[in-house]
């Protein structure tokens, strides 16, 4: 018995279809229809780095117009960690982003050492860069923000004119201005001799802008061997330096002052990453 045929124009369609077919298991089974180039083009640097804090407070002790001290804010990154695929590690780098240059990039043998620390002194939102090189150049990357706020213990002691304390705002770096100022003041009418012999002296003090204009202001009145504090926060800053002066009203006794000035950033810096024995993320 004869086969039945189909008809030719029923082939002709059937045909085309039955191509495409076969064109597509066969692109699906050699790989052409994904990326094949992802595992070719996948960093084969891991940057696992650790590290305790991204933020921290300098602070600056100024006694009667001589600075005593001034203290940095170190911050360590431990890149003992990292790794590639590719081969060893060859360098690690450490950009602060506190300079213009990146002058200050510290760079390190992989060799030879895996942790770096910097310290920072100045104040700002500083956007950092880790680097990490392999023998095969190689390179991975990591950006951090970092906040350095800075404090000022200022003093002036046994004075009938007290001289102005400077306040300055402008960040060591292209990044936004400081949130506020934060104010802790405290005036004391130093004991007369004999007691209670002294006036009781009326002081008020003043934070002035960089042009000169008073924005916040606080009056009191200090009896014989007595003190009174002011706390004060000042926000929408402007760059420059600011001024806290103290003025003494009426009476003729000397005053000890001691203001606690701290430039403060919005906290907006990168969350830590300490190590822990059971640090599973990379």
Not at 23 to 39: I, K, Q, Y
Not at 226 to 248: I, K, R
Request: aromatic share 6%; charged share 20%; hydrophobic share 30%.
């Amino acid at each position: 018995m004869n086969k039945k045929r189909l008809p030719s124009t029923m082939r002709r369609r059937l045909h085309p279809s039955w191509l495409i077919l076969i064109l597509l298991v066969s692109c699906s089974l050699s790989g052409c229809l994904g990326d094949s180039e992802d595992a070719g083009t996948k960093n084969p640097i891991s940057m696992e780095v650790y590290y305790d804090a991204t933020s921290g407070t300098i602070e600056e002790v100024i006694q009667n117009g001589a600075v005593l001290s001034q203290s940095g804010v170190e911050l360590s990154f431990d890149f003992a960690r990292v790794a590639s695929n590719a081969g060893n590690m060859k360098s690690f780098s450490y950009d602060p982003g506190d300079d213009d240059d990146g002058s200050n990039t510290v760079v390190v043998d992989a060799n030879d050492q895996a942790e770096i620390s910097y310290t920072y002194q100045t104040h700002g939102m500083f956007t950092a860069i880790l680097t990490a090189i392999d023998e095969s150049d190689n390179t991975a990357t990591l950006t951090l923000e970092i906040r350095i706020d800075k404090q000022i213990q200022w003093t002036q002691t046994n004075t009938e004119n007290p001289n102005p304390m400077l306040i300055p705002t402008t960040p060591d770096c292209d990044c936004p201005m400081p949130e506020k100022i934060d104010i802790a003041s405290t005036i004391t009418n130093r004991d007369s001799f004999p007691p209670g012999a002294g006036a009781t002296v009326t002081v008020t003090w003043h934070l002035n802008d960089p042009d000169g204009e008073e924005q916040a202001f606080h009056t009191e009145q200090i009896g014989d061997g007595q003190d009174a504090s002011w706390t004060h926060a000042q926000y929408n800053l402007e760059g420059g330096d600011w001024s806290l002066e103290v003025t003494m009203d009426t009476g003729s006794d000397n005053i000890d002052i001691a203001h606690t000035v701290i430039v403060m950033y919005e906290p907006l810096e990168s969350d830590p990453r300490p190590f822990t024995s059971d640090a599973s993320e990379n």
